[in-house]
């Protein structure tokens, strides 16, 4: 299970980017493609028991929306079905007040096809309670760093002197916006309630639980420009801002005309840098500000790992020497941001961005090493100072890749793992006659597979979980993970691929087995490698689903339909119908029949197609 604090930066992006789920089908407003989507901050928040949770989204080409709210055990807890209007459906309901804790999953369809996407919530008895300290207030300032604890209601907030400032803003996937914002000043209301001159660190919270630190020093002391030429990238004009809390604002335009009430009180600041990613710490509904004398903490430096050219495994570099190739990853806290250079300039935040999309990572790119480099890069991150700057110094070795380092991968290889593909492609002497040959060297050239030895790809052998989500992983250039501790009892830290199954079970690729078990020697079977190649997919941003009516459609082609376990049987439908998997000669599919390493390459080739098929040219 994801971090609650991913979780929660997560629900900031629903309103810039409509992810939309595009689906066609007949019985809706016209023939034209169904599009859903929940716009509302109800998605990937906590609430408390007794809590309101409101709902708002749009539709395209449906009439009504249905609307599903299951807890954690499955059980109903609410349903309704909102008419369309404008393209627009709202609903909400209140949790009972001994709502069980956990997970609670939003279920949103329309007309015959019960579900279209789902979002996740979360109910905690900690959740967002709401402030009882003054009837009516809809804002309160507190802490030891204020002399005094002030509430202000709406009207009173309406009431004081207001200003307008437009904010250049980017969020972290990461995309360019505007927001046109009005509202009384931050500094105001810090001023009614006599901030002291020893504040050091301040905290926002909204209703909905959301909650964002800062340093005193980040948000007021240092400047904050509007950068009006933002979609150009360039800081011409770039004007001084001042923080506001909004209580008319509008996102993703800088027409004042357009400015609504919805989710105000909002915090609103400007950029310290043209590229500082600041939507999400925009806090909504704003319920309270805790001002404290607290020294703020400071972050932990990057840590850097160094990626072989030839094995594409982490390398030891003793002595700081590398091979000409060798990629240069930068780790760190992934709440953060790692600013880094490589021409010997202390970095700051006119510098590179190492982690530049924390939702993208193909956009994190490691830093290429072909002449001797140095390194300098810090965290930068919100709440605590920034880490001090750590310099890393790498020679290259005059080492070509693919020089001898075949020989080495192979030797020193973990028990189980393969050996890697170097250069452009292994030529295995025992693929001639296979019929996956192109798709093994194909996958073998992007060294995405690897063979067993270094001539040898043994296309009949059995694949196993842990090698079939390293190649999935592998596929979608993610990051290797850090397995919470207990989180698969059968999954030491120190196999080669605890990185991979870490990855894959936080982007839920794999989910395990009862118990706390991965099985990660156990052969993939065939459904189960359908399963997984799905929910790759849907990380990948292909959130695809099918109607009852049209999983049995793909199913039914299948003699052994009736052998495909249920839980498996969307996911396989879904690849089926995507292309990405096909059934056996003799028209079945084999379901629980192992898979073999020639269907892992034509399956991982015909994936990478499906979700970026001008990359797999």
Not at 277 to 304: G, M
């Amino acid at each position: 299970m994801k971090p609650l604090r991913m979780v929660k930066l997560l629900a900031c992006v629903l309103t810039v980017l409509a992810v939309s789920l595009l689906l066609s089908g007949a019985g809706y407003a016209d023939d034209g493609e169904v599009k859903v989507n929940l716009t509302s901050h109800s998605s990937h928040r906590v609430y408390g028991p007794g809590d309101r949770v409101e709902m708002e989204g749009t539709a395209q080409n449906l009439k009504e929306v249905s609307i599903t709210v299951q807890d954690e055990r499955g059980e109903l807890v609410y349903s309704c079905r909102p008419q369309v209007e404008k393209g627009v459906f709202t609903a909400g309901f209140t949790l009972e007040p001994a709502a069980a804790e956990g997970k609670y999953t939003i279920i949103l369809g329309g007309a015959d096809r019960p579900e279209l996407k789902r979002y996740k919530f979360s109910v905690s008895s900690a959740g967002g309670p709401e402030d009882q300290t003054a009837a009516g207030a809809v804002l309160t300032i507190n802490g030891d760093g204020v002399a005094e604890e002030v509430s202000f209601t709406r009207a009173e907030l309406e009431a004081m002197s207001r200003e307008r400032e437009i904010f250049s803003v980017v969020s972290d996937w990461p995309g360019n916006l505007f927001v046109a914002a009005e509202g009384v000043p931050l500094r105001t209301l810090l001023e009614q309630a006599g901030m002291k001159p020893e504040a050091q660190m301040i905290t926002f919270l909204g209703s909905d639980g959301y909650r964002i630190d800062f340093t005193v020093d980040e948000l007021l002391n240092e400047p904050r420009y509007y950068y009006p030429n933002l979609m150009e990238s360039s800081t011409d004009g770039k004007e001084a801002v001042q923080p506001l809390i909004a209580l008319q604002r509008v996102e993703d335009d800088d027409d004042f005309a357009k400015m609504s009430d919805r989710d105000t009180p909002v915090l609103c600041f400007g950029q310290r840098a043209l590229t500082e990613q600041t939507l999400c710490e925009y806090v909504k509904r704003l319920k309270t500000i805790t001002v404290t004398t607290e020294s703020p903490a400071q972050w932990e430096p990057p840590a850097v790992k160094i990626i072989d050219p030839d094995t594409r495994q982490e390398a030891a570099v003793p002595g700081g020497k590398i091979k000409k190739g060798s990629e240069i990853v930068l780790t760190g806290d992934p709440k953060v941001k790692i600013y880094y250079t490589t021409d010997g300039g202390t970095p700051d935040l006119e510098s590179k961005i190492y982690n530049v999309s924390f939702h993208v990572p193909t956009l994190n790119k490691p830093i290429a090493v072909e002449n001797d480099i140095t390194v300098k890069a810090k965290t930068v991150g919100w709440g605590k100072r920034d880490s001090e700057v750590v310099t890393f110094t790498f020679t290259v070795d005059g080492l070509q890749p693919g020089q001898s380092a075949a020989e080495q991968a192979v030797e020193d290889r973990p028990s189980g793992q393969e050996a890697a593909a170097t250069g452009n492609g292994v030529a295995f002497t025992d693929i001639q006659e296979s019929w996956a040959r192109e798709d093994i060297e194909y996958m073998s050239a992007r060294k995405l597979v690897r063979g067993k030895s270094e001539t040898t790809y043994e296309p009949g052998s059995e694949i196993t979980r842990a090698e079939f989500a390293a190649l999935l992983v592998r596929a979608l250039d993610l990051p290797e993970g850090v397995l919470r501790e207990g989180q698969f009892q059968d999954v030491a830290g120190t196999e080669w691929y605890a990185g991979s199954v870490a990855a894959a079970a936080y982007e839920e690729i794999i989910t395990g087995y009862d118990g706390g078990f991965f099985k990660p020697d156990a052969c993939v079977t065939r459904e189960e490698m359908a399963a997984m190649i799905t929910r790759a997919a849907r990380a990948a941003g292909k959130e695809e689903t099918l109607s009852g009516g049209g999983r049995e459609q793909q199913l039914a082609q299948f003699r052994d339909r009736q052998m495909i376990s249920p839980w498996a049987e969307e996911d396989v439908a879904l690849a089926v119908r995507a292309g990405i998997i096909k059934g056996l000669p003799g028209g079945d599919f084999s379901p629980l029949t192992n898979a073999d390493r020639a269907q892992s390459a034509a399956v991982l080739k015909r994936f990478l197609t499906y979700i970026n098929p001008a990359a797999a040219q």
